[in-house]
């Protein structure tokens, strides 16, 4: 009994106290529209886990996965990580499964409030930032239990910090991101870095920042846990660290060549991003499930409303070189790898919500960019 109630107070203290006093000390959005985006972002996960009651988020919850805290230091790692996390929701704190979606469901939501926020720091208008939101996919593949909301949040607060010049405050939510998903946070890291680099004036300066640089990658990639991710490989050609990287991504690629989850095959790459930003060509009209293909179409007209008004956008903004280098070199990387190796649609539909946010930030600024070389 103490717990059912002690849980329903939690509720409402989320409901009625921390929501609203964040909004009001961090975010500014007026209380009409906060209300509405977060009961939006509410009802889209109880459609998510009444529509796929079983799944990886189902999975984690489950009482038998995790009894104690495990402190290794691979239980901070990737799916152990969230392991780790729910345990200490339900055996420090005894939050039930209720309040677990609900803490996770809150971790996308606040993430994709600083990802609008992210796009008026950059100059959109607030009124077209906020139609971002009603963008279905960025909610339904992020909303419940698992590593795609945190990584979300994770990614937005890094983005956030590294526009206010932030630096070493951004890095540290990459660090963090790397934990999750390590390839992921290499990328992110080293178009930071390389950034950084391109930057930076004086030969002594840009000298420390390799240096630096390497010093970092080194101790990161040879972390045990790290390492296991990137070199743990079955078929070690040779000594030669970028070989066994490949490999470790062939790897990747044949596990999921198995898996049940409407496997796509490879096409060329172009065709690859296509499919993993926006939707596999090979599924519309023929997979047998309704529900996609209606979710599909209304993600396209959804996109294509707003990006309508995206590209009319005629605020004047200062366009920041560093920003449009970062988000080119970052998005540039992430699609020319990633898209190449995932072909299932299921963690395609997820994980593009990790690149997509840059996408749109990369879109905005070039779209002004032409504007702005006119008037120079």
Same mark, same amino acid.
């Given at each position: ?102 803490? !996770? =469901? ?5 993430? *994709?409030? @600083?990802? %609008?926020?992210? #796009? &008026?720091? $950059? ?35 890094? !983005? =956030? ?5 932030? *630096?070493? @405050?951004? %890095?540290?939510? #990459? &660090?963090? $991101? ?199």
């Amino acid at each position: 009994m103490f717990e059912i109630i002690y849980n329903y107070i939690f509720v409402f203290f989320v409901m009625f106290f921390l929501t609203k006093k964040l909004n009001t000390k961090f975010f500014g959005i007026s209380k009409n529209i906060y209300t509405l985006f977060f009961l939006l972002h509410l009802l889209i996960t109880f459609v998510y886990i009444i529509v796929f009651p079983i799944g990886d988020w189902e999975t984690y919850l489950m009482p038998e996965n995790r009894t104690i805290l495990d402190y290794r230091i691979a239980s901070f790692f990737s799916s152990h990580l969230i392991f780790n996390i729910i345990t200490f929701l339900k055996k420090i704190l005894f939050f039930n499964n209720a309040n677990i979606i609900l803490v !996770f =469901s809150l971790i996308s939501f606040f993430g *994709i409030i @600083i990802f %609008v926020k992210n #796009l &008026i720091k $950059l100059g959109i208008k607030k009124k077209v930032a906020y139609m971002f939101f009603f963008i279905p996919g960025i909610h339904f593949c992020t909303c419940v239990p698992g590593k795609d909301s945190l990584i979300l949040f994770l990614l937005s607060c890094f !983005f =956030s910090f590294y526009i206010d010049r932030k *630096i070493l @405050i951004s %890095v540290i939510f #990459l &660090i963090t $991101l790397t934990l999750l998903r390590p390839h992921i946070g290499a990328i992110f890291l080293f178009s930071l870095f390389l950034t950084e680099f391109i930057f930076i004036k004086g030969i002594k300066n840009k000298f420390l920042c390799i240096i630096t640089s390497l010093i970092f990658f080194g101790v990161l990639f040879n972390l045990p846990i790290i390492k296991s991710y990137f070199f743990n490989t079955q078929n070690l050609l040779s000594d030669n660290p970028l070989i066994h990287i490949l490999n470790q991504f062939h790897a990747i690629i044949m596990k999921y060549q198995f898996t049940g989850s409407f496997y796509m095959t490879s096409s060329n790459m172009f065709e690859n991003i296509f499919n993993y930003i926006i939707f596999p060509l090979d599924l519309i009209f023929k997979n047998n499930s309704i529900l996609i293909n209606i979710a599909i179409f209304v993600e396209i007209l959804t996109i294509i409303f707003i990006t309508n008004l995206f590209l009319q956008n005629h605020k004047k903004i200062i366009l920041d070189k560093k920003l449009i280098i970062f988000l080119s070199v970052s998005v540039s990387i992430y699609l020319l790898i990633i898209p190449q190796s995932l072909f299932n649609f299921g963690l395609n539909m997820r994980q593009k919500w990790m690149i997509i946010p840059f996408v749109i930030y990369l879109i905005f600024l070039l779209r002004n960019l032409p504007a702005r070389i006119n008037k120079i």
